[in-house]
């Protein structure tokens, strides 16, 4: 497991853009796959998006697909997320998470396929 620590996010207008960043530790964390998932009041956790340990396979769910961007810095040992367009419907505790999984072409995208999380921030977007 690594020990994550999300930052970037606050309040912004509907139509606007935030930047989201999950700083990892450990030495490894090249061999972890990365995901971003959100939960707003009243729902259940969902997936965001998600990259693998190399970033050669990302995945996005279709709410945010053409919108939001994954990407990693493995120098760094940070995953960001970058959120264009955004809607109101976006307001959510983002929450990264991690899992060692080797792969090139082969994500998780699943909840339960992590282990590990930050403890989230959270994400306004007013209207």
């Known amino acids: 497991q690594v020990q994550l620590v999300e930052s970037g996010g606050g309040l912004v207008q509907a139509g606007g853009s935030l930047r989201l960043s999950c700083a990892a530790s450990g030495r490894t964390f090249s061999s972890y796959s990365m995901g971003w998932f959100r939960q707003a009041p009243g729902k259940e956790r969902e997936f965001v998006s998600a990259?693998?340990?190399?970033?050669?396979?990302?995945n996005y769910a279709a709410s945010v697909k053409g919108r939001f961007t994954i990407s990693r810095d493995n120098v760094k040992n940070t995953v960001f997320l970058r959120m264009n367009s955004l809607k109101p419907e976006d307001t959510a505790v983002y929450y990264c998470?991690?899992?060692?999984?080797?792969?090139?072409?082969?994500?998780?995208?699943?909840?339960?396929?992590?282990?590990?999380w930050g403890p989230g921030t959270q994400v306004t977007v007013s209207s």
């Open positions: 998470a991690a899992v060692y999984f080797p792969r090139r072409t082969v994500v998780p995208a699943v909840e339960d396929d992590y282990d590990s």
């Open positions: 990259i693998s340990a190399t970033g050669n396979t990302i």
